[in-house]
């Protein structure tokens, strides 16, 4: 899964994926695996690279982020849940000036935000998918116009369903 993540106002690519029973996580081109763990509704255990950490990660209403724990230290954080294409898919899987946003992981839609022909402003949020107990909201990457909407609350979906088409205003 590829995400964009802003970490206290600094955008960083992030990859996941499964690799012998661990999670191998790419931020910013630098991989590194880790052995993750749930201890709870809002909190993880990882170990990477021999050094523990526990992670609390809880949604911010106000902000309509996340507000992450890493130890002792906080951080908020947006999660623009969409797939991430690669520049050679720019055309073929976007379009000319398009976005689709689809669902990060499985999961439940909760909110739909948005309809079709609505204007968006960049960060925007557009929908919300319940996954693993937790709210993720999923946010408009640049400002445009919803020429697509295939999301409907209480539909479930797969990682990668197509939920939206953002094109140019």
């Known amino acids: ?3 964009e993540v802003e970490v206290d106002g600094r955008r960083r690519q992030v990859v996941v994926h499964r690799h012998d029973g661990q ?3 790419s931020v910013d081109g630098r991989e590194s695996a880790v052995d993750a763990v749930r201890v709870d509704a809002h909190t993880w255990s990882l170990l990477i690279g021999g050094a523990s950490f526990e992670v609390t990660v809880a949604p911010d209403g106000a902000a309509g982020q996340l507000a992450v724990t890493v130890g002792h230290v906080p951080s908020i954080v947006a999660l623009n849940g969409r797939r991430r294409w690669s520049r050679k898919d720019d055309g073929a899987a976007r379009g000319a000036g398009s976005d689709r946003l689809v669902a990060p992981m499985p999961g439940k839609i909760v909110r739909v935000l948005i309809k079709a022909g609505d204007t968006v402003a960049a960060r925007q949020p ?3 998918i319940e996954a693993m107990k937790m709210e993720n909201e999923l946010r408009a990457s640049h400002d445009g116009v919803v020429k697509e909407l295939t999301a409907r609350e209480g539909q479930s979906v797969d ?3 197509l939920l939206a088409i953002i094109g140019p205003a």
């Open 126 to 128: 557009l929908v919300v």
């Open 159 to 161: 990682a990668g369903t």
């Open 23 to 25: 999670f191998v996580v």
């Open 1 to 3: 899964m590829h995400y």
